[in-house]
């Protein structure tokens, strides 16, 4: 079907898992979309597949024939592979005769940054607009959670489109609203998208929205091994407690699919749970180690995020790992547990990851706010994570709990210091210390569940031991530290018995 004059509201590049599934969703929306894909012939099957849609699809075999096939001003959705091929598209774009107030809409998973430098180095030539899209295939075709970033006034321009085929919530109980079917979206309820802020704003936070969801997925994780391994439970036992945890605090898409994928049998053996026949060997995209590596950059102590990127690293040295079972001496296996104290276990798995769960997320927020110190954003976590409670991975009913904790206090330090989380910590920290202690006693490695706890202690304990490093840093390199008697900012050296110290810089 060639595009015969400028009839589409909007465009769409890239018709890969992404792209083909969010432009159905828009034109399910009664949006007419005009789409296009490098390689025509994909671009071609895709409109063969979808011959009849609520908004019309007009396949474009050109980039030419794709912009005059859109109403002026453009909106042109780019969801091809991050990295280069955003600045291909873009410098081809232009050259197909893009108008400057045409605007562009990068809907991958771009770096931040990136982004910043997208919108300044086109700015003569076109509006760069960058959004934050979570949810997968499913999101993207029945409702994502969308993180929008740019100029407000292009928002303006994307914001009906991204209002309308969003994730939907329940007005008054947060829940995701269901039943989105092929040419039948959800049409009332919350939409998950508002404006985040300017330049890279969108794509900063859906970084940190991938790397809390690097720690959900790594301490439920840690949660199945320790009642695997620590309580001796089978994977239809498994799934039976994640299914009782999905009805209480720990409600959430993350916790849901566990409990399904921990009664899936192996298609190929089916005597077998799916997940014992699947390599513990972990893949990652780039997202956690981004949010990690900004946490570093930003001195915000992110630890569970980074435990959780290593331990995917750690996951893939299996060959490794299989070496050094056999060399390295560890704790025997648990007994088996029953009765009491099996079921007061299980329990204390439960609280242990809640409370690391919030120590995730204030982690995740924190480094928000210090970004926005950093590039003059001013986010509203309310509704960040108002954003999160549809159509993304992170999804949960714990989320509703974050927005009625900035609602609460828009200048909320940390997440913890909200009476909500206060309280969640201080009744369910016994039981998470006794994981933990079990965890280590008996040989068990739970990165995230130690390092959150880590976390916990480190943000609460008002003396730590930096005083004795400042003085070691002193000592060797007259590194200068403070004194507690002294105002903040004010150095002092000195002179330290051993003569011949060697000036070293660390
Ligand atoms: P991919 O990231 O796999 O990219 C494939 C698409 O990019 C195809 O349409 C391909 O065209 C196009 N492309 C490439 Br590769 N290089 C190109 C170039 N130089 N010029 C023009 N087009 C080019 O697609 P995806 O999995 O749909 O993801 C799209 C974006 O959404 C990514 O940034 C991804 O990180 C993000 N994202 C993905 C998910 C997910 O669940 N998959 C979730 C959330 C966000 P071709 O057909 O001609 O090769």
């Not at 199945?224 to 409600?251: C, H, K």
């Not at 298609?267 to 900004?294: E, F």
């Not at 299980?346 to 927020?365: D, M, N, P, T």
Request: glycine share 10%; hydrophobic share 40%.
């Amino acid at each position: 079907m060639a595009a015969q004059q400028a009839s589409a509201t909007v465009g769409l590049i890239g018709l890969a898992v992404m792209g083909k599934n969010l432009a159905l969703n828009i034109a399910d929306h009664g949006f007419d979309i005009a789409v296009y894909n490098r390689t025509t012939a994909v671009m071609q099957e895709f409109m063969a597949e979808n011959p009849s849609t609520p908004g019309k699809l007009v396949g474009c075999s050109t980039l030419e024939e794709f912009i005059a096939a859109i109403k002026k001003p453009r909106v042109i959705i780019i969801l091809v592979k991050a990295g280069p091929a955003i600045d291909a598209v873009v410098e081809q774009l232009v050259a197909a005769g893009l108008d400057k107030n045409d605007i562009v809409i990068d809907a991958g998973n771009s770096l931040w940054t990136d982004t910043i430098r997208r919108e300044k180095q086109y700015a003569d030539r076109l509006k760069f607009f960058g959004s934050g899209v979570s949810g997968g295939e499913l999101g993207a075709r029945f409702g994502p959670s969308l993180m929008p970033g740019g100029d407000p006034a292009s928002w303006q321009h994307l914001k009906p489109i991204w209002e309308a085929i969003a994730a939907k919530v329940d007005a008054k109980t947060g829940k995701p609203l269901a039943g989105a079917e092929p040419g039948h979206p959800i049409t009332g309820g919350v939409p998950c998208t508002s404006y985040i802020g300017p330049n890279g704003a969108g794509h900063y936070v859906k970084m940190v929205h991938n790397g809390i969801e690097y720690v959900d997925m790594q301490l439920i994780g840690e949660a199945y091994d320790l009642l695997r391994r620590l309580v001796g439970m089978e994977p239809q036992e498994l799934s039976d407690i994640f299914t009782q945890w999905n009805a209480g605090d720990l409600d959430s898409y993350l916790i849901e699919i566990t409990a399904d994928i921990l009664r899936q049998r192996d298609p190929v053996k089916p005597r077998k749970y799916l997940v014992d026949s699947i390599l513990d060997a972990a893949g990652q995209k780039g997202t956690g180690k981004w949010t990690a590596a900004n946490a570093l950059d930003m001195g915000i102590p992110a630890n569970s995020i980074a435990e959780a990127v290593f331990a995917r690293c750690m996951s893939a040295l299996k060959d490794e790992r299989v070496i050094a079972a056999k060399k390295l001496s560890g704790p025997k296996p648990p007994a088996r547990k029953a009765g009491k104290a099996r079921k007061d276990l299980i329990e204390a798995v439960r609280q242990a990851l809640y409370c690391s769960k919030i120590c995730a997320y204030a982690q995740g927020f924190e480094l928000m706010r210090e970004a926005q110190k950093e590039y003059q954003w001013q986010l509203d976590f309310g509704s960040i994570a108002g954003i999160w409670r549809g159509g993304c991975i992170i999804r949960a009913r714990f989320l509703q709990k974050i927005t009625d904790a900035y609602t609460r206090n828009k200048g909320l330090v940390n997440l913890m210091l909200d009476p909500y989380f206060n309280k969640q910590l201080r009744a369910g920290q016994k039981p998470w210390r006794r994981v933990v202690s079990l965890a280590a006693e008996n040989g068990l490695p739970s990165p995230a569940f130690m390092s959150a706890l880590a976390y916990y202690d480190g943000y609460r304990t008002a003396v730590l031991p930096a005083n004795l490093l400042q003085a070691q840093r002193d000592y060797f390199g007259a590194h200068t530290y403070e004194r507690v008697d002294q105002p903040r900012g004010k150095f002092f050296h000195v002179d330290w018995p051993l003569p011949n110290r060697p000036q070293l810089d660390v």
